[in-house]
């Protein structure tokens, strides 16, 4: 391969499942009765925050954690519903250490990095541990072991669920460890409360400036290190899974004061949300993967079928994933599914009011399983597809679309989850790491877990150590002034522009244009037109916007507006980056690089590496860095799920 | 799926801040899809406040799954409205009719102070968690997940209560503003696991006692079960409250007696 990237992640040597250990024992320490003189800042409280934060108190760091959420408890992390995965192989049914990585590194479309995911593999087994321990109800077979099911991506059993509220019953674990922490002392808890900028002194992160939502107030934290574990930026596209709040802010601030962006462009697309039903809609629902291990997919044969789904015979119904896919069926990846979906509905055979589903069918599974198993098993996803949609899925099939639900891209880490500046680690969906183009379902949430419980409580350890006895920069220090005046200047100009126009109209006017030209395919014609409309998008949003209400009171639409700001800058990014990866990958997909029946066609030759962005000024060109990724053990072929 | 649009009206509670006093404005809203949301609803009332040049109505809420536990308001007197099991953000506007009054407040209770309209600070449900809604399990040191089997009634029993979203409906639902149904749900979802065993009755004890200081007493009214998203019975109530008692005995125990 003969891509030369100027940006290395020195990855510890040794054979791939020694790595870690190398790692470990390498990596220098921090002795216990020194660690309660280090000051850690987390932002977020999701899995990847509240794990970290929790798990930092309980070495004895000094650490302060903040979040916008009026709880820890209330993080993104609590919608997802499907499961976690880990190679702890209690099925029996081949699964190891090494077949996990090896899924996640296919699944990823050979755009991760090596290393990191076996890393992530390893530390797998013992996440399910640290929660069953914690008081985790997993579900469990009748012998009260383990149960596990197999999900989107996978041929073994290896995902554990808490019914469809995995996402929250883990997330309360760390919650419930993080509080714990609190109530020892070791941990200050800031809720509603919003990270605005990140403070670097000398090239280092020092702190972060931050305003309290309730009061207004603006004022800086300073610490030995930073830790944001602020989820992905999927709200973007305005329409998507995410939680209304979810948001980039952090990340981007945090980029323009030097972090490298990575592969902004890996945004993905979940096959099964229930479809928009009208122009107000305000966020979409997913509905949790896992519904494919026992619905079948399908559209009628016919275009524009006016048939309720009852009358349409079997052999006028295409079960096109069982079809195109005869090995993986209903369960390919994430990314296959989409695209396999809109294709249909592109060609014409959507359903629904709108013509913008296709059939997710449970009624084989209904009558070879009895109604009462599928209930235990999706009733709670089954009432709220009913809540939402108003119709009643044991009778009439779900009908699903794919929708925006996570982003692959995040800020550039190394080996140890630093980024380029030093003292600044980014943890979860916020980091690029780990799933390459295109994350594989119930890999969310163990990433999470491993990041804040298993990773981050070494590796700070390592750039901490030498730091023993400096003192944390002053927060009257001009860095800071100067980072607080600017943010008090952005909030007051948003409150002095008065316009016309909601924050929320502008947002989905840019949401539009990105889910159009940036969404589950683009072309360089498409990112050609989505980069000339954005930029006089955000001229509008500087003009135009109305943000009423003043700073020294709750006002959310002040909090909107800075983020959608933010988006406005970001978005631009993410269409560059998917303008100069002229090929597919995972849930990039150019229109001009597929092959001849309609799958990635990726590039390995002039793209396998890591896009990582350095930001030069709001509308300037960033300056691309490029970290070259090595295949040592998986070698790159063609992903065939057939 | 509905083409046939509504027009409501809309009494909503409003204050600027903690200290200010609140009032109700009344709206007119036409164009309702029976299709949307109540806060889908919401949105579009305050899109068109602020073209009006008037402060959007303020409210807490985030994943609009019915999972986060943020959102939460009194519709029409009843917490979270008129739908049994759901939370504000899954309600849609299929349940209501065209021509209805609907109002909306905050939650009222002492322990929750409103920070603006429908926004209240819902902190001392965090309070009752520190005191002790957690078992002492430090990252690293946990055997296999398999080493303790846990029967599967069990392991349900635990998640029922464990689905609790600390939304603050129960709080808000009861005549005096007791926390039971929040406090016992995680009691018990930790008190039923063999995991939970060994500091079940200082828990009790601390989350009971912690709950007691901000919120009001329990006298059985039901309305907690009735108006939770979630559907937590109240037999967790009875549950903590027969483990308070245990636990206060075995507080008393004497030297060299072990308890249970
Ligand atoms: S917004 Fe999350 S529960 Fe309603």
Redesign the interface.
């Known amino acids: 391969m003969s891509i030369r990237g100027d940006l290395v992640a020195p990855v510890p040597p040794g054979p791939l499942e020694d790595k870690w250990d190398n790692h470990r024992f390498s990596i220098k320490l921090v002795n216990p009765a020194n660690k309660r003189r280090f000051e850690i800042i987390v932002v977020g409280t999701g899995l990847a925050g509240a794990?970290a934060a929790?798990?930092l108190g309980?070495l004895g760091y000094n650490v302060k954690v903040i979040t916008f959420?009026?709880?820890?408890?209330?993080?993104?992390s609590?919608?997802a519903q499907g499961g976690i995965n880990a190679a702890?192989n209690?099925k029996n049914d081949g699964d190891s250490v090494y077949r996990l990585f090896y899924d996640t590194i296919k699944g990823g479309d050979y755009r991760a990095r090596e290393a990191n995911v076996y890393r992530l593999a390893q530390i797998s087994v013992?996440i399910?541990?640290?929660?069953?321990?914690?008081?985790v109800?997993?579900?469990?077979?009748?012998?009260?072991?383990?149960d596990n099911r197999s999900f989107g991506g996978a041929q073994v059993s290896r995902t554990f669920y808490?019914?469809g509220?995995t996402?929250?019953?883990l997330l309360?674990g760390a919650?419930?460890?993080l509080?714990?922490q609190?109530?020892l002392g070791t941990v200050t808890?800031i809720?509603r409360t919003e990270m605005l900028d990140l403070v670097v002194k000398d090239g280092r992160a020092a702190g972060v400036v931050c305003r309290d939502l309730?009061t207004g107030e603006i004022y800086s934290l300073s610490g030995h290190a930073v830790v944001l574990a602020t989820g992905g930026y999927g709200n973007v596209f305005f329409l998507s899974t995410n939680?209304?709040?979810s948001n980039v802010t952090a990340a981007w601030r945090a980029a323009k004061k030097g972090a490298y962006f990575a592969n902004p462009c890996y945004t993905q697309i979940h096959p099964t949300c229930i479809p928009a039903?009208?122009d107000?809609?305000?966020?979409l629902?997913?509905m949790s993967e896992s519904l494919r291990n026992d619905g079948r997919i399908w559209v009628p044969k016919q275009i524009d079928d006016p048939r309720s789904p009852d009358q349409i015979p079997e052999d006028e119904r295409d079960y096109y994933l069982e079809r195109r896919y005869p090995a993986f069926g209903n369960l390919v990846p994430r990314d296959v599914a989409s695209r396999a979906a809109k294709r249909e509905v592109d060609a014409g055979r959507g359903v629904?009011?709108l013509k913008n589903g296709v059939y997710l069918d449970f009624s084989d599974a209904i009558r070879r399983l009895g109604r009462n198993v599928i209930e235990e098993r999706y009733g709670n996803l089954f009432e709220?597809y009913e809540?939402?949609?108003?119709e009643d899925p044991y009778v009439v099939p779900m009908r699903i679309y794919p929708a925006v639900h996570y982003t692959m891209g995040g800020l550039w880490v190394d080996y140890n989850l630093m980024s380029n500046l030093p003292g600044l680690f980014v943890l979860g969906e916020a980091n690029f790491s780990d799933h390459g183009a295109n994350r594989l379902g119930a890999s969310a949430l163990m990433q999470g877990l491993a990041d804040g419980?298993?990773v981050i409580?070494y590796t700070i350890g390592d750039y901490l150590a030498p730091m023993l006895g400096e003192r944390p920069v002053p927060v009257d220090d001009p860095v800071f002034r100067e980072a607080e005046q600017a943010v008090s200047d952005l909030t007051r100009r948003l409150l002095s522009i008065n316009g016309?126009r909601?924050v929320?109209?502008i947002h989905r006017e840019l949401g539009k244009v990105l889910w159009d030209n940036c969404g589950m395919a683009r072309s360089e014609q498409s990112l050609q037109k989505a980069l000339a409309e954005i930029p006089a998008i955000r001229e509008e949003f500087w003009k135009n916007v109305?943000v009423?209400?003043g700073d020294e009171?709750?006002n959310?639409?002040l909090e909107k507006a800075g983020r959608v700001a933010d988006f406005l800058e970001f978005g631009e990014l993410m269409c560059i980056d998917a303008l100069h990866r002229n090929e597919s990958c995972g849930g990039h997909f150019r229109e001009e690089y597929q092959t001849e029946d309609g799958e990635a066609l990726r590039d390995d030759e002039n793209f396998a590496y890591v896009a990582a962005w350095e930001f030069t000024g709001t509308g300037e060109q960033p300056k691309l860095h490029r970290e070259a990724l090595e295949f040592e053990y998986v070698k790159p072929s063609t992903r065939s799920y057939k | 799926?509905s083409d046939k649009q509504m027009r409501i009206t809309l009494t909503a509670w409003r204050q600027?801040?903690p200290d200010a006093p609140g009032r109700f404005e009344t709206y007119d809203v036409p164009g309702v899809?029976?299709?949307?949301?109540f806060?889908?609803m919401l949105?579009?009332v305050n899109?068109r406040l602020?073209?009006e040049?008037?402060?959007?109505i303020?409210f807490?809420?985030?994943?609009?799954?019915?999972?986060?536990?943020?959102c939460g308001m009194m519709i029409n007197g009843q917490a979270h409205g008129p739908?049994r099991g759901?939370a504000t953000c899954?309600l849609?506007m299929?349940k209501f009719r065209d021509g209805d009054h609907v109002t909306i407040e905050p939650w009222r209770a002492a322990a929750f102070p409103v920070?603006?309209d429908l926004?209240v600070?819902?902190?001392a449900?965090?309070r009752i968690?520190?005191?002790g809604?957690?078992?002492?399990?430090?990252?690293?040191?946990?055997?296999?997940?398999?080493l303790?089997?846990?029967?599967?009634p069990v392991?349900?029993a635990?998640?029922d209560a464990?689905?609790c979203?600390?939304c603050g409906a129960c709080v808000a639902a009861c005549p005096n503003g007791a926390a039971q149904l929040f406090t016992a749900a995680k009691v018990q979802?930790?008190n039923l696991?063999p995991?939970?065993q060994a500091e079940r009755w200082d828990r009790t004890i601390n989350m009971v006692e912690t709950m007691e200081e901000y919120f009001g007493s329990c006298t059985l009214h039901r309305e907690c079960e009735a108006a939770c998203p979630k559907s937590i019975s109240i037999d967790f109530i009875a549950l903590m409250n027969r483990d308070y008692a245990k636990a206060q005995l075995a507080q008393r125990r004497l030297v060299g007696q072990t308890f249970p």
């Open positions: 794990s929790a798990t309980e959420h009026d709880s820890p408890r209330r993080a993104h609590i919608a702890k209690y013992d399910i541990d640290q929660c069953v321990a914690q008081g109800p997993f579900a469990r077979e009748y012998g009260g072991l383990l808490a019914r509220q996402g929250q019953q309360l919650y419930q460890a509080m714990r609190v109530h808890l809720p309730n939680a209304k709040n039903s009208d107000f809609q305000s966020k629902t997913l629904g009011p709220m809540r939402i949609t108003g419980y298993f409580p016309k909601t929320d109209d109305r009423l209400g009171t709750r959310q639409a | 799926m600027d801040g899809s029976p299709d949307m949301s806060l889908e949105d579009v899109e602020q073209r040049g008037k402060e959007p303020a807490d809420h985030d994943c609009r799954e019915g999972i986060c536990g943020s739908e759901t899954q849609h299929r920070i603006r926004i600070d819902r902190t449900l965090d968690i520190e005191s809604g957690y078992i002492s399990a430090p990252t690293g040191g946990a055997p296999d997940a398999n303790i089997p846990i029967p599967k392991a349900d635990a998640m464990a689905a979203i600390g979802h930790l696991l995991q939970g």
